[in-house]
């Protein structure tokens, strides 16, 4: 079993920052995918920024430039940089551990941002 517990979620303006933390403990492997998701009220959830075992990262064209995914394998955390938000950032965040066959989630965080 592998548990993820994220935290660094809550309330900010518009144009503020926050940093989003996941701690990954169990059974884990440091060649696993490691990424952030995130579902706003009445849409799917959505990938929002991916890390892999070699560091290379991916995003959602929507924070490209603002958001930055890092992970510290000596610390087995994720983190997601959130800058520069915007109202539509508003949704739950959640953290994703990805290795073959074996997915697992986070509870998710709230984040809201206000105009």
């Known amino acids: 079993q592998v548990h993820l517990v994220e935290s660094g979620g809550g309330l900010v303006q518009a144009g503020g920052t926050l940093r989003l933390s996941c701690v990954v403990s169990?059974?884990?492997?440091?060649?696993?995918?490691m990424g952030w998701y995130r579902q706003a009220p009445g849409k799917q959830r959505e990938l929002v920024a991916t890390i892999t075992s070699a560091f290379a990262t991916n995003y959602a064209d929507s924070v490209k430039g603002r958001f930055t995914i890092s992970r510290d394998n000596a610390k087995n955390t994720v983190h997601l940089q959130m800058n520069s938000l915007k109202p539509e950032d508003t949704a739950v965040y959640y953290c994703?551990?990805?290795?073959?066959?074996?997915?697992?989630w986070g509870q998710g965080t709230q984040v809201t941002v206000s105009s």
């Open positions: 169990g059974d884990i492997s440091r060649l696993a995918a």
């Open positions: 994703n551990y990805i290795r073959g066959w074996r997915e697992y």
